[in-house]
């Protein structure tokens, strides 16, 4: 991109908005949310990259675009034309597959390109190393970099409502036998966002104008977010305060629950120990205890762009029983497939 600062002194037929948009996962966890919010605006185009046999339900109105990916031309023909590529994929696709995304986009000339890195602070690199993602993350934003793209990225620390969800081994919760594994105290913050926030987040950043009209014009612009992380956050929270929103939605109270503590640095080394024999049955464990710790945790409330973007205040009640239903769902889609 061109390192002139206004879009009046941009070269004719310059467009100062971001239209095309491509995205790698519109049918899963995050992507789908993404999406979604990308088509509500009204301002953007979205077509899912999507393996032909791919059964994933994809936002109304998304344009799909069927890619091999060990056939680059493929990814290269669907990416033809967009201006942003966004990668979503989740944490057991072959490793190779971000640099083939990556390699094809730059082919295709894509200029901007979201990678798969929606967590904790990009900043934090110590946090970063000790759950394996951090050197990872930076090793695909510095690829987008040498390949002669720009990247943004999102810092929203672990989706609430998904986490939820998800069991003993995130935040501790199993809703199945009413339990609860409270790290330390309970008392450590961290920055959690429900799913559909980090989708209106992105989708605001890609509807502002990529550059200011001319030295006038002090609007928030797109060019302002490239080559760093959008921080946002829909609760700064820790486990005893997702508790007490658990049994005010469940209508229970600690006598109905049965609650343990554990060391965050023990669970930990637990999980890290798992890991490296590997049992990746152990990683989720791992990945929020490290997360928990009080003296190094992933906290960037402090960060949190949220008033800049817009964004709405979310109820956290209503954020908690959207994660206990999420619980429900697939207890109803087993029961489907075993029936």
Request: contains cysteine.
């Amino acid at each position: 991109m061109s390192r002139i600062e206004y879009a009046k002194d941009q070269p004719a037929g310059f467009l100062n908005n971001i239209e095309k948009v491509a995205i790698v996962g519109a049918g899963g966890t995050i992507g789908w949310h993404i999406a979604e919010a990308l088509l509500s605006t009204g301002k953007h185009t979205v077509t899912a990259l999507t393996r032909k046999d791919s059964s994933n339900k994809l936002p109304k109105g998304a344009l799909v675009a069927s890619i091999d990916y060990n056939d680059e031309e493929t990814i290269i023909a669907a990416l033809k034309d967009h201006q942003f590529f966004i990668i979503t994929m989740a944490p057991t696709a072959p490793r190779d597959t971000h640099s083939k995304l990556v390699q094809a986009a730059a082919k295709a000339g894509i200029r901007y390109v979201m990678p798969n890195d929606y967590g904790g602070d990009i900043e934090n690199t110590k946090l970063g190393e000790d759950i394996m993602l951090g050197t990872i993350a930076k090793a695909h934003r510095d690829e987008i970099e040498k390949l002669g793209m720009q990247w943004i990225t999102v810092s929203c620390g672990f989706w609430y409502d998904y986490s939820l969800a998800g069991g003993e081994a995130r935040f501790g919760f199993d809703f199945d036998k009413r339990s609860v594994t409270i790290y330390d105290d309970g008392n450590t913050k961290n920055s959690t966002s429900n799913l559909a926030n980090v989708g209106r987040a992105v989708a605001k950043v890609l509807s502002l104008k990529i550059l200011a009209e001319d030295s006038s014009d002090e609007s928030l612009t797109f060019s302002k977010f490239l080559m760093k992380s959008i921080y946002i956050q829909s609760f700064h929270i820790s486990q005893n305060e997702m508790f007490e929103s658990v049994k005010r939605v469940t209508g229970t109270e600690d006598t109905d629950w049965t609650i343990t503590h554990e060391s965050t640095k023990q669970r930990y080394e637990d999980g890290l120990a798992q890991v490296r024999i590997g049992n990746m049955a152990g990683f989720s464990k791992m990945l929020y205890a490290r997360t928990f710790y009080p003296d190094s945790n992933s906290d960037h409330s402090n960060k949190a762009q949220n008033l800049l973007l817009g964004l709405p205040d979310e109820s956290l009640d209503e954020s908690t029983r959207a994660g206990i239903d999420m619980v429900k769902e697939l207890q109803l889609r087993v029961e489907r497939m075993a029936s």
